[in-house]
């Protein structure tokens, strides 16, 4: 459609139909904008992929949800932001499920990852401790806390240094505790 908006021409072959030498006329000015709806995750994932705009998820009132609506609704969000190479605003959807999920450790390590990601050390070292007390045996988890207090002893100096450093090994020592094949 992209290239089609632009005029042309194009050549395609797909599943559903084909394009031999595609022209549109006129060329719309200004050019369309893809409003990609879905209410699955991969919906989600396709509108931030290929959209410039979800068409549903901007259009609910969040707060007229019931709380896990809610929460299901920022994890929506937040894989069209992050598809769509909006960080930024998908950490801020993260941190609304996190905070709905304060118990879930996958809310709370897709949240400390996102954070990572962003390099807020301090959100990601906070939402991974509290994925990794939630999930002790999960080795994902506790290697992704352990990188992340290596980064942050990293950045510090003095006994703070120390203090991260000794955090990480404790994390690393789980997951080789707990992995034969570490």
């Known amino acids: 459609l992209r290239r089609l908006f632009g005029g042309g021409p194009v050549d395609f072959e797909g599943r559903y139909y084909r394009l031999d ?29 290929y959209g410039d705009a979800v068409g549903f998820l901007s259009k609910i009132d969040a707060s007229t949800l019931p709380g896990d609506a809610q929460s299901l609704l920022s994890e929506l969000k937040a894989v069209a932001l992050a598809k769509s190479g909006q960080s930024g605003q998908a950490l801020i959807e993260l941190r ?5 999920k304060p118990n879930d450790a996958q809310a ?10 962003e390099n807020d050390l301090d959100t990601a070292i906070s939402a991974l401790e509290k994925a990794a007390r939630l ?13 992340v207090l290596s980064h942050k002893a990293r950045t510090v100096r003095g006994d703070s240094k120390l203090s991260y450093y000794r955090k990480a090994v404790s994390a690393s020592q789980s997951v080789v505790n707990q992995s034969a094949t570490y």
């Open 135 to 147: 999930a002790p045996s999960d080795a994902g988890i506790q290697s992704a806390y352990a990188k």
């Open 21 to 49: 030498d595609a022209h549109a006329f006129p060329t719309p000015e200004p050019r369309p904008r893809i409003i990609v709806g879905g209410e699955t995750t991969v919906g989600a994932e396709l509108a931030g992929r």
């Open 108 to 117: 709370q390590y897709q949240y400390g990852t996102a954070a990572y990601n």
């Open 96 to 100: 609304k499920v996190a905070q709905a």
